[in-house]
């Protein structure tokens, strides 16, 4: 039924303006859309991420974006924490253990930080 149907990530925010400018200016994802009700869509490879006001913002308590960044995770990172970004720390994921801000699973590395709401985005290279 689904299984070639283009799907997108949605996110709910507080302040439009706020997440916009972090989306946009902190991560560099490009405004695709906009409109006056509080939707911003941004382009974020072939896919959208949907950011939208909402009272419900940020009670998500799990991942809400995930990207592989493939290779380039620990540049990535590196500019992010430029940018100001704090990362997320898990140490209590069985075979993990912590390189800095990154996660390392075998060959598996992966990184989370929140947006100004809460949100939990993840990168990983895989």
Same mark, same amino acid.
């Given at each position: 039924?689904?299984?070639?149907?283009?799907?997108?990530?949605?996110?709910?925010?507080?302040?439009?303006?706020?997440?916009?400018?972090?989306?946009?200016?902190?991560?560099?994802?490009? +405004?695709?859309? #906009?409109?006056? &009700?509080?939707?911003?869509?941004? *382009?974020?490879? /072939?896919?959208?991420?949907?950011? !939208?006001?909402?009272?419900?913002?940020?009670?998500?308590?799990?991942?809400?974006?995930?990207?592989? +960044?493939?290779? #380039?995770?620990? &540049?990535?990172?590196?500019?992010? *924490?430029?940018? /100001?970004?704090?990362?997320?720390? !898990?140490?209590?994921?069985?075979?993990?253990?912590?390189?800095?801000?990154?996660?390392?699973?075998?060959?598996?590395?992966?990184?989370?930080?929140?947006?100004?709401?809460?949100?939990?985005?993840?990168?990983?290279?895989?």
């Amino acid at each position: 039924m689904l299984k070639d149907k283009s799907s997108s990530a949605i996110v709910a925010v507080h302040d439009i303006d706020r997440a916009k400018k972090f989306y946009r200016d902190v991560l560099g994802l490009e +405004v695709d859309q #906009e409109d006056m &009700d509080g939707v911003v869509v941004f *382009r974020t490879g /072939g896919t959208s991420l949907v950011v !939208y006001a909402s009272e419900m913002a940020g009670s998500n308590r799990a991942n809400a974006v995930v990207w592989d +960044v493939g290779d #380039e995770i620990d &540049d990535i990172t590196s500019d992010l *924490r430029r940018e /100001g970004v704090a990362f997320e720390h !898990y140490e209590d994921m069985p075979g993990v253990v912590l390189d800095g801000d990154v996660h390392v699973a075998g060959d598996m590395r992966m990184v989370w930080f929140k947006d100004p709401d809460g949100n939990i985005l993840h990168l990983n290279n895989m």
